[in-house]
C-alpha cells in the first residue's frame, strides 16, 4: 500500500511538472492524508481484547452443578448407613464405611468461585482509561468531539503560525498538538478563495470568497463541519480496523519515515517549475522559491503560484528529525502511552482466556467422572435389594472394599480443580 502510494505521489509531482503548474494541486496531499487516517483509525479503533465473561460463569455453574449433585449422593449413603451397624470387613481402622466415597472438602473448585473476579472488578476501567487516552489522540486533553473550538482548537490561531511558517525554519505552533489540528493543516481549504481545491481529495470548507467555512489568518471557522468532511474522507481508508499493537507500532514507524522523507516542495518562476524536493519533517506540499527565506514554503494553505499568491503551501511541518518527533509531537506521546495500556489490558484478557480453555478441559473430565460415579454406585446399591444382601460378609471382602475405595472416582474428583491453579 506504501509502495502504491509513494508511486501515485511521484506521478501526481511529474504530473505538475509537465502541466507546469507550481501552485498547489487536487489530490496533492492524498498519501499523507492516508497517513494521518490510518493512525485515526487506530485511536478511534484501538486493537483491544475483548472476552466473553459469561462463557466461564457457565461453565463453573456447570461444575459447581456436578459438585452438587455428589454431595447429595453423599448424604443419600449416610442415610443409608444410618442403620448400618458396620460389619468389620467393611469399616476402615477410623470406623467408616469403606464402600462409601470421602465427601469432598469444598463446595467449589480452587478459584472457580471468583472466575474472572479481578477482570470483572478492574478491566472495564481500565479498557476505558485506554480508551480515554486514545481520545486524547484524536482531540487533545479536553477529549470533546462535540465542542471542537474549546477543545482540540483551542489556542490554535493564524494558519501559517499553527502548521509552520516563512521558509519552515521552526515547527509549527500547534503541529502535532493533536490530529484535529493535524488533518485541518494537511486538508483544510481557505475562505478567501487563495486555497487549492480538494489537496485531500474531496472539499474540507468553502473555496470561495469570504465562506463560512476554511482557514486562513484566524482561527478555523466551521470546524465542526470540516471534521465531518474529515471524518467521511478517512473512511474509504478505513475498510479494516487494526487487529494487534504490533500492527498500530507498524503504522507509526510508517508515519516517522514519511516525516524523514518529508513532502514535496516545488519552486519556480510563475508557472514555470524550475525544481523539487523533499523538505524532512513536513507533511504536505509547498512552493515558493529555492530558497530558505520568506519566499521559502510556508504552510499558510494557499496554493501559490503566481504573485501574489506564492509562496504557499497546504502542509504541516514538525521541524527537523533534530527536534526529537516523538518527544513533540504530543499525539505521538499519547499514542504510545494508549497502546502500552492496550497491551497490559489485552495480557489480562489473554489469561482469562487461557482460565477459560482450563475450565472447559475440567468439565469435560468432570462430566465424564460423574458420569463413572453413577454407574459405580448404581452397582454398589442396586435398588431394590436387601440391605441384609448387601452387607453379606461373602459379598464383599476387606480386599474388595480396599479395592473399590482405591478406584473410586470421588476421591479424585476434587483434585482436578487444581488445573485452574496452573
Known amino acids: 500500500m506504501v509502495c502504491v502510494m509513494n508511486v501515485i505521489s511521484i506521478f501526481v509531482v511529474l504530473g505538475s511538472v509537465v502541466r507546469g503548474q507550481v501552485e498547489v494541486a487536487k489530490d496533492d496531499n492524498i498519501e499523507h492524508f492516508a497517513l494521518l487516517c490510518r493512525i485515526y483509525n487506530v485511536a478511534k479503533n484501538p486493537p483491544i481484547n475483548h472476552v466473553d465473561m459469561k462463557e466461564g460463569h457457565y461453565i463453573v455453574k456447570e461444575i459447581d452443578t456436578l459438585n452438587k449433585s455428589l454431595l447429595e449422593e453423599e448424604r443419600l449413603y449416610e442415610k443409608e ?48 482509561e485506554a480508551k480515554a487516552e486514545f481520545a486524547q489522540v484524536i482531540f487533545g486533553e479536553n477529549e470533546n468531539e462535540s465542542d471542537l473550538d474549546q477543545g482540540a482548537l483551542k489556542e490554535v490561531t493564524g494558519r501559517a503560525h499553527a502548521c509552520g511558517d516563512s521558509g519552515l525554519t521552526t515547527r509549527g505552533n500547534s503541529a502535532g498538538k493533536n490530529l484535529v489540528v493535524d488533518f485541518f493543516c494537511l486538508c483544510a481549504q481557505r475562505q478567501d478563495g487563495q486555497g487549492a481545491k480538494q489537496v485531500c481529495g474531496f472539499y474540507v470548507g468553502r473555496i470561495y470568497e469570504n465562506g463560512l467555512l476554511g482557514w486562513n489568518e484566524s482561527h478555523p471557522i466551521g470546524s465542526a463541519t470540516m471534521w465531518a468532511s474529515i471524518k467521511g474522507g478517512c473512511g474509504k481508508h478505513m475498510q479494516q480496523h487494526p487487529k494487534s499493537t504490533a500492527e498500530a507500532r507498524h503504522i507509526l514507524d510508517q508515519f516517522l519515515k514519511h516525516l524523514k522523507t518529508g513532502g514535496v516542495y516545488r519552486w519556480g518562476a510563475g508557472d514555470k517549475v524550475e525544481g523539487s524536493e523533499r523538505r524532512e519533517g513536513m507533511l504536505g506540499t509547498g512552493v515558493g522559491k529555492n530558497e530558505n527565506s520568506g519566499n521559502g514554503p510556508v504552510c499558510n494553505g494557499k496554493k501559490g503560484g503566481k504573485p501574489p499568491s506564492s509562496p504557499g503551501g497546504v502542509c504541516i511541518y514538525y521541524g527537523p528529525k533534530s527536534d526529537n518527533w516523538e518527544e513533540k509531537i504530543e499525539w505521538m506521546k499519547k499514542f504510545k502511552t494508549a497502546l502500552a495500556s492496550v497491551d497490559y489490558v489485552n495480557n489480562k484478557t489473554a489469561n482469562i482466556q487461557r482460565s477459560t480453555r482450563k475450565l472447559q478441559m475440567l468439565l469435560q473430565r468432570a462430566e465424564e467422572i460423574y458420569e463413572t460415579a453413577k454407574v459405580i454406585s448404581e452397582v454398589q446399591n442396586p435398588v431394590g435389594l436387601p440391605a441384609a444382601f448387601q452387607n453379606t460378609s461373602g459379598n464383599l471382602t476387606t480386599y474388595n472394599a480396599t479395592r473399590t475405595r482405591s478406584y473410586s472416582p470421588y476421591p479424585h474428583f476434587m483434585p482436578l480443580w487444581a488445573l485452574l491453579l496452573l
Open 81 to 128: 448407613d444410618a442403620g448400618n451397624f458396620g460389619d468389620p470387613s467393611q469399616t476402615d481402622r477410623n470406623g467408616r464405611n469403606s464402600t462409601r466415597p470421602t465427601q469432598p472438602q469444598s463446595n467449589h473448585p480452587a478459584g472457580s468461585h471468583n472466575y474472572g473476579g479481578y477482570y470483572k472488578k478492574n478491566v472495564p476501567n481500565e479498557i476505558q
